[in-house]
């Protein structure tokens, strides 16, 4: 009979014996959604998981070809970091950096480093990329922006409409009965009143109201915008599309897409339009995408966001000063633009649940609207 040592010994060896398989470390780290790469100490990639392949958009393959250096500048940060990783042996982060190459082109990305102590030399790095919860912010910010400007529309309504009739109908009555050289002064005040009027109602549209959604196929609505613009304002702009047919309908209003690309892509034909751009084009283009949520504004309810509109344009790019502040209202690098335009699509677009991007840089930008999509079980719905 075994003594009790030998006895605990077993009881201990069993309850080892009955915990649950762990995977391979490699498997669970391919399983990430973040980009996870290993490099060893010469800077060669030893393993990349999906996720790093998708965000570099080089395979595993061709990574372990290559150095570090072949895809970043020596100069940049990420070098710093590895060897402060290296020196210490400690896990070192960093924040907004910008992985720039002729193969690369990436912002806004966070790195975190970790050494292996059983591999010296070697650099576990963690990227993500913060573009998409600045983006959120971004929205947050221009929904309260839009707020903002609908009590103010609210407001001019009802304290300058009013007023502003009594002041035009008084100039159109001293206009009959003045000098011709006052009635010049006459004229000037009515034209300035519908001036102002002009730009109340224009405000107004910013309006808390209530919208009506349903199935919208938003490659008619791409097309309907298409045909407008070029039987007017983009009549001599080449024109792309490059569309998804298998797409779902999208869960909106027709009108307001409607208004929404066309604002988009009047301001994509002023840009391709002006001195200096040559052989000016505007793409279409619609993907379906996973990975992006949103509530509903004034609800509950969570809405998935996998389609995506594009538009984009080989203009000469938004100006960095105004870029941040591209979708508050009355911000506009036109100079007779009121600032109005994309601050209305940022609110029509958050008013369904979606999402609005932009990227720019010289010969090209790109507007990206993550729009939700209809499902069996809805209908009609008031938002």
């Not at 669970?28 to 800077?43: G, N, R, T, Y």
């Not at 959120?136 to 304290?159: I, K, T």
């Not at 609005?356 to 993550?370: A, K, M, N, Q, Y």
């Not at 729009?371 to 009609?380: F, N, Q, R, S, T």
């Amino acid at each position: 009979m075994s003594n009790p040592v030998t006895r605990r010994m077993l009881k201990v060896v069993g309850r080892v014996a009955d915990r649950p398989r762990l995977p391979d470390p490699a498997q669970m780290l391919s399983a990430l959604p973040v980009p996870v790469l290993l490099i060893d100490a010469q800077d060669r990639f030893r393993f990349a998981n999906h996720a790093a392949e998708q965000f570099l958009g080089i395979s595993l393959s061709q990574l372990a070809q290559i150095r570090l250096s072949d895809l970043v500048p020596r100069d940049n940060p990420l070098f710093l970091l590895i060897e402060q990783v290296r020196q210490g042996e400690v896990t070192v982060s960093d924040h907004d950096l910008t992985l720039d190459s002729a193969r690369i082109r990436k912002t806004g990305i966070t790195v975190q480093g970790s050494a292996l102590p059983e591999e010296p030399g070697a650099v576990l790095l963690v990227l993500q990329d913060a573009s998409a919860a600045r983006a959120l912010d971004r929205q947050l910010a221009f929904r309260s922006a839009a707020r903002s400007v609908s009590g103010m529309a609210a407001v001019l309504a009802h304290e300058v409409k009013n007023p502003l009739s009594g002041i035009r109908g008084a100039a159109q009555l001293l206009e009959t009965s003045v000098s011709e050289q006052d009635r010049e002064l006459t004229i000037l005040i009515r034209d300035e009143a519908d001036r102002i009027r002009d730009l109340v109602e224009r405000m107004e549209i910013f309006g808390e109201k209530p919208i009506v959604r349903s199935a919208v196929n938003i490659h008619r609505v791409l097309e309907h915008v298409r045909r407008l613009a070029q039987t007017g304002f983009a009549a001599h702009v080449r024109f792309s599309e490059v569309y998804d047919p298998s797409l779902p309908p999208v869960l909106g209003h027709r009108d307001q897409l409607v208004q929404v690309i066309l604002n988009l892509v009047k301001n994509a034909a002023e840009a391709v339009t002006q001195p200096g751009v040559a052989n000016g084009e505007i793409v279409l283009s619609t993907a379906y995408r996973h990975g992006v949520r949103l509530a509903v504004p004034g609800s509950a309810e969570r809405l998935d966001l996998p389609l995506v509109v594009f538009v984009r344009d080989n203009g000469p790019g938004i100006p960095d000063d105004i870029r941040p502040h591209l979708f508050e209202p009355f911000v506009s690098s036109k100079a007779a633009g009121s600032g109005l335009g994309l601050a209305l699509v940022a609110k029509i677009v958050g008013d369904h649940g979606g999402l609005i991007e932009v990227d720019s840089r010289p010969g090209r930008t790109e507007f990206r609207l993550h729009l939700p999509v209809l499902h069996e079980d809805d209908g009609d719905s008031g938002v």
